[in-house]
């Protein structure tokens, strides 16, 4: 449960493919006003699926806004939840309904270095953040590092623009051999802050080797996308006992969407499996269970105890805990 955004129209007036797999679209409201924002932010997005349901998708902004249009980039799935399909299926001139740009992962000025690491689509929203800091450094001689990661030298969208804001002080990893976190660490001075975003499994390694070196938590600030799960997106069942209530979960939709839609009442918040907000109770697994989220630890991961209902989904059934009655 959470207050409605408030939406606007906007138009799609140009389409341009960054990669074979990432589409940018640049969308302007109605109005011809595209309010600004920090480094980090997003859009909100409502998409119709091949199957008639409206999603929404939460999509980094990409670069310096002009205030006429915004711009982001979408990286096609051929086996998620249907939302990247249904952004590729949209053509010039099209409309859809967008909020304005929210913000969970802001950039922090105050810090004495700075390390940004993203993995494939992830770097949508480290794209503006390493344009500001390349000006900020530029003036206060702060040191900046970045670490992006590709599957192939094709998926390395926007490197050209990181090379020209950082130079040399972009490192491009290809291929899946393991990044040296741990090395890229040691190197930022103490007090120095981590910006990352990209897959769940990316995401958690970076975690490791940051516990490891013993830093503060709150000076590693991470993004994450849900689809980026071990097992193909599939439908499958819920129990609610308290509720009496069996619910399958399409391919193209949500535990959490389902579970609401369904009138199981469940505190949310950021949708990105990141707050912890929406976690619930696993009574029972038949089958396994897909961890998408970054905020359950790996003990509770693996006794598969909780799932956090808004990224998370599962094979087979399974039997969940609520804290709220349909009828309450």
């Not at 349901?53 to 999509?59: F, H, L, P």
Request: proline residues 5%; hydrophobic residues 40%.
């Amino acid at each position: 449960m959470k207050s409605d955004l408030q939406w606007m129209q906007a138009q799609v007036v140009a389409l341009r493919d960054v990669t074979p797999t990432v589409r940018e679209f640049e969308l302007c409201p109605d109005g011809g006003f595209a309010s600004g924002y920090d480094a980090g932010a997003h859009l909100q997005v409502q998409v119709m699926t091949a199957q008639g349901r409206v999603q929404t998708r939460s999509y980094s902004l990409v670069g310096e806004g002009d205030g006429s249009c915004w711009r982001i980039a979408v990286k096609r799935l051929d086996d998620g939840r249907g939302g990247s399909l249904a952004m590729w299926r949209l053509a010039e001139g099209d409309r859809l309904q967008v909020s304005a740009p929210q913000n969970h992962f802001a950039l922090d000025l105050s810090a004495p270095g700075y390390l940004l690491v993203a993995g494939g689509i992830g770097i949508t929203p480290l794209v503006l953040m390493a344009q500001r800091l390349a000006a900020h450094a530029k003036r206060t001689g702060v040191p900046v590092k970045m670490l992006y990661g590709a599957r192939n030298a094709e998926e390395f969208g926007y490197l050209p623009h990181l090379r020209e804001a950082l130079g040399d002080r972009v490192v491009a990893h290809e291929g899946s051999a393991p990044i040296d976190f741990e090395a890229a660490i040691a190197e930022l001075p103490a007090g120095g802050q981590l910006y990352t975003c990209g897959p769940v499994p990316m995401l958690e390694a970076v975690k490791r080797a940051w516990h490891a070196a013993g830093r503060p938590l709150a000076d590693l600030r991470f993004e994450t996308f849900g689809s980026s799960g071990r097992l193909a997106t599939q439908p499958f069942t819920v129990r609610i006992p308290r509720h009496d209530l069996a619910i399958t979960v399409p391919a193209d939709c949500t535990l959490l969407d389902a579970l609401e839609a369904a009138g199981v009442q469940t505190l949310w918040d950021c949708k990105r499996g990141e707050c912890g907000l929406c976690a619930m109770d696993v009574l029972a697994v038949d089958g396994e269970v897909d961890h998408r989220d970054v905020f359950l630890s790996e003990h509770e991961k693996q006794a598969t105890t909780r799932i956090c209902a808004c990224v998370s989904r599962a094979v087979g059934t399974l039997t969940l805990d609520s804290a709220y009655r349909a009828d309450s």
